[in-house]
């Protein structure tokens, strides 16, 4: 190819990206000009025109949002046609003003075939042009020729390969959109049908996580009132995910999802830590519900056990198992404790009035008269909400804390040692706060106690300022307010209309409860590999409690066999790794190479700090982007400290748990042989570890 041709194609592209821009700034102008519009109308000054004007301003706010959003790289794609027609593929649809279209969002069926057309099937396209540019530029184009006999002579064909240009790009803190590059197979997945359940499985790297975002993105395009209305969560491992993924929805015009971990999910939590694997087991298992169960029916620590009250010079007495008989019966056929606070006090004074009545107490009033006149008295109402307290599930996962509690919940359904280490556990639990498993756990506590009853307040509405008057002061306030308003539901906001789960393969048993309690009315995509799992508790309590949360929903499959974060000298270390406990495993294929071998070291105990320092060090020169270093679980902190602030941005110290779905150009693994060495789920968080690098991987290990 010469270079005049070359010129002469990305001319052509340019010339039709000068079309398109100049077409978005009219769109722009206009959308400016109907806000401005909206603002005039105020000026008519009836609620009417006030009420217009806030519906005129806020599109028009969304539509110049979303237009400044997809500036960059708005076109990334052409297709030629076997009947001569041209298509531009894009970030968002745009039409010029006699309606012929300039662009097709890459969401739209048209551009289906962008993606999913190859050599052996080339649904209609003779050639696929791939568009890079920078700015209002086009840099370079890329083709694939999917049809040559159908090509025309004066057809020319550029470049080699889009893809592998993509992949050898260094990657920055957050993962990359690929939407210009998502190759068939992941293609049929991201637009697989919005109902039932779409379940994605792959090797490292193959782009599950990238399918799940895409295909987010995908549904909120293809039925936009349906799942903004509803709303969409996506659910990942840990907070250090989550933020390393939050960049990818708005960079695909989606600002809509709500992105939570699973040690976030619980209002109001924000739990980042984690548990032993053995702890963690005990916590995630099913068998913790029948242990909750026992705690929220329990009497709350130091509540009375008696009731003695001086009545009209008679003492009334309620002992604990008059007491216990009130309890028991307001709690019958699994009422929650919060729910049914009333029917306990309800007993409780019964009870009193019917001893009043043995007592042939002098004077007593009608029964109403009794009971109103007791809940006037203080000691009483300070009796009834020490007895029957309105709790909080982290009041009941407190009292977990509390050897002998805890031995009481769990005979019989934990073992003794499960319970020496729960108990064990729990001592920190007031100090340092729950883990990231304890959150499933005061979920389901949520579950068993109920709602506490409450007056209902008011909800804030963000138009709302002081004075009832529906006004906002600046286009910005609005704009901000509009959006949040969309983000913002409840605290405890349940009715999502898709559900999209990450890394699957680690979610415990109680965990699937958890996030199936906000999937009630919802469609699912589930990605996951389950030869990365940590999870060393019972595999079929799993896939039941799984299964149990996804219901009857029909269930569609895919999987990715392609592997494009490793070069395949790095994923040859890690699928030597997994191959150990699974020597059959299918393994995706690493489509790039960089001809650079993992280095491996082996160093003594007390050379460890240096040659990790050093090798760190190293990474940062040699490549550009981000170097991880993954430690085991107990040494982050000392790995962290050995670093002090190397790197600054473009290093970051993860333990093998949180590397979970990460992905560093350059990774130092500390110790591998420790985290090999964890009990049952040791090799494959391992190769998790082994599996985060894109061109560099040094790992330093201990000498016995
Ligand atoms: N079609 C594609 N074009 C370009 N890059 C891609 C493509 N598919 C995936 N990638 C890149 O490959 C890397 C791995 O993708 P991703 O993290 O989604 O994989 P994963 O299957 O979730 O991995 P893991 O299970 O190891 O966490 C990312 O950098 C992603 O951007």
């Not at 002998?404 to 919940?409: F, H, N, T």
């Not at 108990?423 to 304890?438: E, F, H, I, K, N």
């Not at 286009?475 to 949040?484: G, H, L, N, P």
């Not at 693994?669 to 968080?685: M, N």
């Amino acid at each position: 190819m010469d270079q005049s041709t070359l010129d002469q194609e990305i001319a052509v592209e340019q010339r039709h990206l000068d079309r398109v821009y100049a077409r978005l700034a009219e769109l722009r102008r206009a959308a400016v000009r109907a806000e401005r519009d909206g603002y005039r109308l105020a000026r008519v000054g009836n609620f009417g025109a006030l009420v217009e004007r806030d519906a005129m301003v806020f599109h028009a706010a969304q539509r110049r949002h979303l237009l400044d959003a997809e500036y960059e790289g708005l076109v990334f794609g052409r297709l030629d046609l076997r009947d001569g027609q041209v298509l531009y593929v894009g970030r968002l649809g745009i039409r010029d003003e006699d309606a012929s279209t300039l662009v097709v969002d890459w969401r739209a069926p048209a551009a289906a075939a962008f993606y999913q057309a190859t050599p052996a099937e080339p649904l209609g396209v003779v050639r696929r042009r791939t568009i890079q540019s920078s700015g209002e530029r086009v840099t370079r184009i890329e083709d694939d020729l999917l049809d040559p006999d159908a090509a025309p002579p004066e057809m020319s064909v550029v470049g080699d390969g889009a893809l592998l240009a993509t992949l050898s790009r260094t990657t920055g803190r957050g993962m990359r959109d690929i939407v210009a590059t998502i190759q068939r197979e992941q293609d049929e997945a991201i637009r697989s049908p919005g109902s039932g359940v779409t379940l994605v499985s792959g090797g490292p790297g193959t782009g599950k996580t990238a399918v799940a975002l895409h295909r987010a993105a995908y549904l909120l395009y293809a039925d936009r009132s349906r799942y903004a209305g509803g709303g969409i969560l996506v659910v990942g491992p840990s907070s250090v995910f989550v933020s390393y993924i939050a960049s990818v929805l708005p960079s695909l015009g989606e600002d809509t999802a709500t992105l939570h971990s699973l040690g976030s999910l619980f209002p109001g939590l924000a739990a980042t830590r984690t548990d032993p694997p053995q702890v963690a087991t005990i916590k995630g298992s099913l068998r913790m519900r029948r242990v909750l169960e026992r705690a929220a029916r329990d009497i709350a620590p130091g509540a009375p056990t008696e009731l003695r009250l001086l009545y009209r010079g008679q003492l009334l007495r309620l002992d604990r198992t008059e007491l216990d008989a009130v309890w028991n019966r307001a709690l019958a056929r699994g009422a929650r404790r919060n729910e049914v606070r009333r029917a306990g006090f309800d007993g409780v004074l019964a009870a009193l009035w019917a001893q009043a009545r043995r007592l042939g107490i002098a004077g007593l009033p009608e029964q109403r008269a009794f009971e109103d006149e007791l809940i006037e008295r203080t000691d009483f109402r300070d009796f009834l909400k020490a007895w029957w307290p309105r709790l909080h599930p982290r009041h009941v996962l407190g009292w977990l804390a509390d050897p002998e509690r805890l031995r009481r919940y769990g005979t019989g359904i934990l073992s003794g040692s499960e319970i020496r280490l729960l108990s064990q556990a729990y001592r920190g639990l007031a100090a340092d706060g729950p883990t990231v498993a304890d959150a499933a756990l005061l979920d389901e506590l949520d579950a068993l106690l109920g709602k506490p009853m409450r007056r209902a307040r008011p909800k804030r509405d963000p138009y709302q300022l002081a004075g009832g008057v529906r006004e906002l002061s600046t286009f910005a306030d609005r704009q901000r307010a509009a959006r949040q308003a969309a983000r913002e539901r409840p605290e405890d906001y349940r009715d999502y209309a898709h559900v999209v789960v990450d890394e699957s393969q680690d979610v415990s048993p109680m965990q699937w409860r958890m996030i199936g309690r906000r999937a009630r009315l919802a469609s699912w995509t589930v990605v996951g590999d389950p030869a990365q799992t940590a999870w060393t508790g019972d595999p079929q309590e799993l896939t039941r409690a799984r299964d149990q949360a996804l219901g009857r929903r029909r269930r569609h499959r895919f999987t990715l066999t392609t592997n494009y974060r490793n070069s395949a000298e790095i994923f040859a270390v890690a699928a030597e790794e997994i191959r150990r406990v699974y020597p059959d495993l299918p393994l995706p294929t690493a489509v790039r190479s960089t001809g650079v071998d993992p280095i491996r070291l082996v160093v003594p105990p007390a050379e460890l700090a240096t040659s990790v320092v050093t090798a760190a060090s190293a990474l940062l020169d040699e490549v550009e982007g981000t170097v991880g270093v993954i430690t085991p679980v107990p040494r982050r902190d000392e790995v962290a400290a050995w670093l002090g602030g190397l790197g600054g941005e473009r290093l970051q110290v993860v333990t093998s748990l949180e590397a979970k779905g990460m992905e560093y150009d350059g990774v130092v693994l500390v110790a591998p042989g420790e985290i090999r060495a964890v009990p049952d789920s040791g090799v494959r968080t391992l190769y998790v570890a082994l599996s985060r690098a894109t061109q560099r991987l040094t790992t330093v290990d201990v000498a016995e």
